[in-house]
């Protein structure tokens, strides 16, 4: 199973991944980002899109990873990433689909006044840096609403942890318990936090 886990840029989607994962035995996080950097730091600057999704070859690379991840991989793969151009969807997660590879698209959905605050919060209060993030918000949001057979769940006022507990619950995922305490639960997401900061 194929867990794509889609929201607007600073949704909580990375957080609630590795949450996921930690929690869901037998499961990996792939993160399409990845590729954009591989692509970007082997291609000449002229071969650059502003957005790395604009590329052919993120896009049909992603599917052959995912495709070749769900023939060999035995567990789930949850994948954090914002996808919200239709045509682009329907070459990953649709084709995906049409390839009889079982895919749950959960969109973590959350108003903008939500996204804003947690923008805020990502960047330390320095949203200016989140200037893509915010031009976007309106775009997500629009293409989120068109989606009939994802899966939403409403993230205002919900913890990460209770995003978990949605997914396993809706997914039927036999996720195990979760015993930390609030300070090495938070420890955790800091670490999560720390090691995916997108320079």
């Not at 957080?15 to 792939?30: G, Q």
Request: with cysteine; net charge neutral.
């Amino acid at each position: 199973m194929i867990i794509w886990l889609n929201g607007a840029f600073g949704a909580g989607k990375t957080t609630t991944a590795f949450e996921l994962h930690r929690r869901l035995p037998d499961s990996f996080v792939y993160d399409p980002e990845n590729v954009g950097g591989f692509l970007r730091k082997n291609m000449p600057p002229a071969c650059h899109t502003p957005d790395f999704q604009d590329m052919e070859l993120w896009r049909s690379f992603n599917f052959q990873m995912l495709k070749e991840l769900h023939d060999n991989w035995k567990g789930a793969v949850i994948v954090p990433m914002t996808l919200v151009n239709p045509a682009y969807h329907g070459e990953i997660i649709r084709r995906l689909l049409d390839e009889e590879v079982p895919v749950v698209h959960v969109i973590l959905y959350a108003s903008r006044e939500t996204i804003l605050r947690r923008l805020k919060k990502r960047s330390l209060g320095l949203v200016s840096r989140e200037a893509f993030a915010v031009e976007a918000i309106d775009r997500c949001l629009d293409f989120f609403d068109s989606q009939k057979d994802a899966l939403k769940i409403y993230t205002d006022g919900m913890s990460v942890e209770q995003a978990v507990e949605r997914i396993g619950e809706v997914c039927e995922l036999p996720l195990l318990p979760d015993r930390r305490g609030r300070v090495t639960r938070e420890a955790g997401r800091l670490a999560v936090w720390f090691r995916h900061i997108r320079g």
